[in-house]
């Protein structure tokens, strides 16, 4: 029973070491999925955005020919010709001016879109290098757990022989029982 107790720091600390890797391995793939997530969400509001553009350059095409169209009754009722300079002049400035939103509303669309995808491209590499630190993290704290645990129950060679000997009695005890065909602590 002593021998437990003398195991248990050992177990304790080696589950410890191996639930803190996970964990910080697992947070780097939460890490990517939220920013796979987040890349999604800013992919769809681009495309809104692209709609919404889309929509606003449609309106300003339609609120130019409808003060195209008030412009020529109103030269008409004025007695004026649509042939009229004046009258063409009118019509062609109304109707520049119209196309000129137009395309000034799907480009804003398009560089909002873009401006939102540059930044769903970079969560992407953000959650991608996220995961990569984890992992590393990881590793290191596997090899940190590693360097605790050899430096508390350890081993140490025995220049004489050439053979390893252990500087703690639980590992010392448990190899005795290993070596003997016995696995069990106690």
């Known amino acids: 029973m002593e021998q437990i107790g003398k195991a248990l720091p050992f177990v304790f600390s080696l589950a410890g070491t191996g639930l803190k890797a996970f964990g ?25 955005e692209r709609a ?9 095409g339609r609120q130019g020919r409808l003060k195209g169209s008030r412009a020529l009754a109103i030269a008409a009722a004025s007695g004026a010709g649509a042939s009229d300079p004046t009258v063409t002049d009118i019509l062609t400035d109304i109707s520049g001016d119209a196309r000129l939103r ?19 491209d970079a969560a992407i590499r953000t959650g991608e290098a996220q995961q990569t630190a984890s992992r590393y993290k990881a590793v290191a704290t596997v090899l940190t757990g590693a360097d605790t645990l050899y430096s508390r129950f350890g081993a140490t060679v025995d220049d004489d022989d050439d053979t390893i000997s252990t500087t703690s009695s639980i590992t010392s005890g448990a190899l005795r029982r290993i070596e003997a065909g016995g696995t069990r602590f106690g």
């Open 52 to 60: 919404s553009a889309s929509i606003s350059a449609l309106e300003a």
């Open 102 to 120: 137009a395309l000034t509303a799907l480009f804003e669309g398009e560089e909002a879109a873009r401006g939102l995808e540059t930044q769903a």
């Open 24 to 48: 910080e391995a697992s947070s780097g793939t939460a890490a990517r999925e939220d920013a796979g997530f987040l890349a999604a969400q800013l992919r769809q509001k681009a495309g809104q």
